[in-house]
Nanobody
Framework: QVQLVESGGGLVQAAGSLRLSCAAS????????MGWFRQAPGKEREFVARITRIGTLTDYADSVKGRFTISRDNAKNTVYLQMNSLKPEDTALYYC?????????????????WGQGTQVTVSS
């Protein structure tokens, strides 16, 4: 089992940047594919990005492609989400999640482990 704690959220102006971190503890971090998801007020939680166990493959939602970058440092048991060119519509609670599959997926039910989330608010 793995425990996840997100950090790095905050208030930023449109076109600004933030870097989210997700620190893992417990079972060996490199055995999990990792994903980032977000939930905006009044909306369902949605997929943002994923990365395979050793970081060789990444995948992004169309809405963030070219602006967000997911990465991981297995030596530090941490996954990151670099967010650039932020827009007001990126405002949401951002969650990291761990999947026991090698490549993860875009589907929430494939991720049994979740953090508590970190709030990102983008002002116009």
């Amino acid at each position: 089992q793995v425990q996840l704690v997100e950090s790095g959220g905050g208030l930023v102006q449109a076109a600004g940047s933030l870097r989210l971190s997700c620190a893992a503890s417990g079972r060996t971090f490199s055995t999990y594919a990792m994903g980032w998801f977000r939930q905006a007020p009044g909306k369902e939680r949605e997929f943002v990005a994923r990365i395979t166990r050793i970081g060789t493959l990444t995948d992004y939602a169309d809405s963030v492609k070219g602006r967000f970058t997911i990465s991981r440092d297995n030596a530090k048991n941490t996954v990151y989400l670099q967010m650039n060119s932020l827009k007001p519509e990126d405002t949401a609670l951002y969650y990291c999640a761990a999947s026991e599959s090698r490549i993860g997926s875009r589907t929430q039910r494939d991720y049994p482990y979740w953090g508590q989330g970190t709030q990102v608010t983008v002002s116009s």
